[in-house]
């Protein structure tokens, strides 16, 4: 089975210019997230999707960022303007809707696009 | 205050070693907890979960204590392949909702 995948795997962009990464999740989850490593700092949470609705969105740092889950399937993550604080590693995770051990339902991690802001 | 803090690290260890990483989380209402695995460079994977009854699987030894708001992970007889960064990660409520995750621990064993 095909794990979550993620496009770009780098990005260079120049400040102001706009940005989009994709996350394809594993085929027959609902849930989508998304998360981001800044240099030297925890893993953050940014937005988690159930199917095309955001449940919350609640870590989106500012409206320069966009999600969008169109059709329920993949998302996309659109910055824009970039800033140079916008560098670090996007990831994106995914889950099922209903987990087999309700306690400790997993969430699986694509490789994460590495966004660099210069 | 951060939402879950773990010792920085680095470990250094040698083969064969035991050693023991130690995490705490700020919010009393997490309800599931989970050490993950960061290989450089790669992505997170989930190593184990953490029950409240601590947990054993094979060299790896997980235990919570919610009195304490602390978890933490024991490694018997490292292997060079344990090298990587260990990640505390709690979640509250909803089996559902986000992760919360510590800045992570980064574990060498030399040989």
């Known amino acids: 089975e095909a794990g979550v995948t993620q496009f770009p795997s780098h990005s260079v962009i120049e400040k102001g210019q706009t940005v989009t990464l994709r996350c394809d999740p594993i085929?027959?989850?609902?849930?989508l997230y998304w998360y981001r490593r800044v240099m030297g700092k925890e893993i953050k949470f940014l937005l988690h999707f159930v199917k095309e609705s955001k449940q919350d969105e609640s870590g989106m740092p500012n409206n320069r960022f966009l999600a969008e889950r169109t059709g329920g399937t993949y998302s996309t993550l659109k910055v824009q303007p970039a800033e140079l604080e916008d560098s670090g590693v996007y990831f994106c995770?995914?889950?099922?809707?209903?987990?087999?051990?309700?306690?400790?339902?997993?969430?699986?991690f694509g490789p994460g696009t590495r966004l660099t802001v210069l | 205050r951060k939402e879950v803090e773990q010792d920085p690290g680095p470990f250094n260890v040698p083969e064969g070693a035991t050693v023991a990483f130690n995490c705490t989380y700020s919010n009393s209402a997490s309800q599931s907890f989970f050490w993950y695995r960061q290989d450089c460079r790669k992505e997170p994977k989930l190593l184990m979960s953490?029950?409240?009854s601590g947990n054993e699987d094979g060299r790896f030894t997980a235990q919570l204590n919610r009195a304490s708001q602390y978890i933490s992970l024991l490694i018997r007889d490292s292997k060079l392949s344990d090298s990587a960064t260990y990640l505390c990660v709690v979640r509250r409520g909803s089996t559902l909702g986000r992760l919360y995750f510590g800045r992570g621990t980064q574990l060498t064993v030399w040989p």
């Open positions: 085929s027959g989850h609902d849930n």
């Open positions: 995770a995914s889950s099922p809707q209903v987990p087999l051990d309700f306690s400790y339902n997993e969430q699986f």
């Open positions: 953490v029950y409240s």
